[in-house]
């Protein structure tokens, strides 16, 4: 009896039952296989947990009902898997059931309308070792097939892997760098010419920093999605780590320029919608720089490290239209790095001091002061703070440095609660940076001083901006509130020169509001800067604030803000920055 050539299992059953059909003329025809734990066909393996599972059968149902659901069927195949060898029986209706073991691989099931023959029967035997053994082939073949797909599988994704970034599914850097280094060749072969572009996503650190990487890493995700709606024959897209991007432009023309514009365009439209995680929604902008290859390198490195630098200038300037890189970048650069070692090299050797500048009441009493960061540059003299904070923002170091003055400051009202105090002072004040700002543990790393230092926490207040607050503004009230619960002060500095919104402010629980110099300076001259002054002075009085005056320097100008309604002041007028030694002579 012809089992067939068949490897699929399935296959190759199914032509056997056939030739049993019609050769012995069956009513039905069941085989039933032995499966392992996982449901695959096996060898009986008992200690290994195999079991024996409906399988096929001819016709495929009984007026439409499978075959696996008929409970004579059922039952008989059990009792055939416990006995292990060949039995019969007679149904009510009439017919036959025969079953017969699969040596080490199934059973079979025959319904007839007639008992068959002893001698059939014993013929059968061989003929089902034959089946064993082809049911071993079939299995062992499929395992194979299965094996080899799974592994193709693996390899796949194992090369998608190698090439792709884990978390956005675009080019990871390894690939656009060997991408550029194609695009660079074919460039100079065929005299075309090609751009990277690098990206960096605005303020996404504080936002990551702050609400955690499972929202930072959605907001990169849908970012990666809407980029990847940018990819072309001649355009890949790739992470290259972090919050930033790279973009290889292949193929230009000789509109080159305008092309990338229109890109930038692109993506800076992409940002336009905000990026909406849980019930939060994120407004992000990037900056971008670009290289030209071959025109400006023909190496990987290079062309990455100058869209690098130029995306950093972009940055700086805070422009979306994205910067070229030119040469002079990489030379202020290295200016910059050099200036940043000498300021960690001033703040190891000592050379930042912090200077005081007294702020007096109406009577002229010192109410408290400033404390002004002063740094005395080894070869150059005195820097101006005006050019190496923002630097030192850039670099991290002004964490550094924040940290320094912060300590410092605790320090030095530690001495100044040993002297004999005027009633009349209250507190010295320190300017706190975005970065500061921003760090999650912030509110501690400034209780933690005033304890160490062992100082009322009252003597010390922080200074920030008006446009650091805005930024950070649901944070801000969080943290000033919190610090003012453990009696620390916020005085908002530089008010009127940024957003200027009575629904911001009034939220902020800040003690201080500082009129900036700029409407100071001549405000006996200009309507426009004592109108300004004057409703800034009704704003605070309104939201219970203090008022002061900063960069009073004339009488006149200190007259024209008591008529007012401005009682406390700091400028040249009462006195500059001073050493603290000097401060403390003041004081006294």
């Known amino acids: 009896m012809a089992i067939g050539n068949k490897l699929d299992l399935k296959a190759m059953l199914k032509i056997f039952l056939k030739v049993c ?8 025809a069941h085989i039933y296989v032995y499966c392992d734990q996982s449901g695959m066909p096996s060898k009986l393996l008992p200690l290994k947990g195999t079991s024996y599972q409906y399988f096929l059968s001819i016709p495929k149902n009984k007026r439409g009902q499978s075959w696996s659901k008929s409970s004579i069927l059922t039952n008989f195949a059990r009792q055939l898997n ?7 029986f ?4 009439g017919q036959y059931l025969f079953g017969f073991i699969i040596p080490d691989y199934g059973l079979l099931t025959f319904e007839t309308h007639y008992a068959i023959a002893d001698e059939v029967q014993k013929a059968l035997q061989p ?3 034959k089946l064993a053994t082809s049911c071993y082939t079939s ?8 094996e080899v797909l799974s592994r193709q599988l693996i390899e796949e994704k194992v090369a998608f892997q190698a090439q792709h970034d884990g978390l956005t599914h675009l080019f990871n850097r390894q690939h656009i760098n060997h991408l550029l280094g194609n695009a660079i060749e074919d460039a100079r072969i065929n005299n075309k010419i090609g751009s990277v572009l690098f990206i960096d996503l605005n303020r996404f650190k504080p936002i990551n920093d702050a609400m955690g990487h499972t929202v930072g890493d959605k907001i990169l995700l849908t970012l990666a999605h809407r980029l990847h709606s940018l990819s072309s024959e001649h355009i890949d897209i790739g992470r290259f780590g972090g ?5 290889l432009l292949k193929n230009l023309k000789d509109d080159y320029q305008e092309t990338i514009n229109l890109l930038i365009a692109q993506i800076n439209q992409l940002l336009t919608a905000p990026f909406v995680i849980d019930t939060n929604s994120y407004k992000l902008t990037c900056s971008i720089g670009y290289s030209l290859f071959p025109l400006q390198s023909s190496t990987v490195n290079n062309l990455i490290k100058f869209a690098d630098i130029a995306m950093y200038e972009a940055k700086r300037a805070k422009t979306q239209q994205g910067k070229q890189y030119q040469r002079v970048m990489s030379e202020k650069i290295k200016r910059r790095l050099a200036y940043v070692d000498d300021m960690k090299q001033g703040l190891e050797q000592g050379d930042f001091k912090l200077y005081y500048q007294a702020q007096y009441n109406h009577h002229g009493d010192i109410i408290g002061a400033e404390a002004l960061l002063r740094w005395q540059h080894p070869v ?13 923002e850039e670099s991290d170091l002004i964490l550094a440095i924040g940290q320094w003055v912060l300590e410092q400051a605790c320090r030095d009202i530690k001495k100044l609660e040993q002297l004999s105090l005027p009633e009349s002072f209250n507190k010295i004040a320190i300017n706190i940076s975005a970065k500061q700002l921003i760090q999650h543990d912030f509110q501690e790393i400034v209780l933690n001083a005033v304890k160490q230092n062992d100082i009322p926490a009252k003597r010390l207040a922080l200074e920030l901006t008006e446009n650091l607050l805005v930024e950070n503004i649901e944070d801000s009230i969080k943290l000033i509130a919190s610090l003012k619960e453990n009696a620390i002060d916020c005085a908002i500095d530089d008010f009127g020169t940024g957003y200027s919104s009575l629904t911001y402010l009034k939220r902020i629980p800040a003690s201080v509001l500082k009129i900036d110099r700029s409407f100071v300076t001549n405000i006996a001259q200009s309507s426009e800067s004592a109108a300004i002054a004057s409703m800034i002075i009704s704003l605070g009085k309104t939201l219970n604030m203090d008022i002061l005056a900063e960069g009073v320097e004339t009488q006149e100008e200190l007259n024209c803000l008591k008529e007012l309604g401005c009682f406390h ?12 030694d000097e401060f403390a002579k003041l004081l006294n």
């Open 21 to 28: 059909f019609n050769r012995l003329d069956l009513t039905s």
């Open 82 to 88: 416990s006995s292990q060898k060949t039995l019969s």
């Open 90 to 93: 007679q149904c009510e209706n």
């Open 127 to 129: 003929i089902l070792q």
């Open 139 to 146: 299995i062992v073949h499929d395992s194979l097939v299965k």
């Open 243 to 247: 919050d930033q991007f790279t973009i």
């Open 380 to 392: 150059h003299g005195k820097e101006s703070p005006a050019v190496y904070i923002p630097i030192a």
């Open 569 to 580: 002041y700091q400028g040249f007028y009462f006195s500059g920055p001073l050493p603290f």
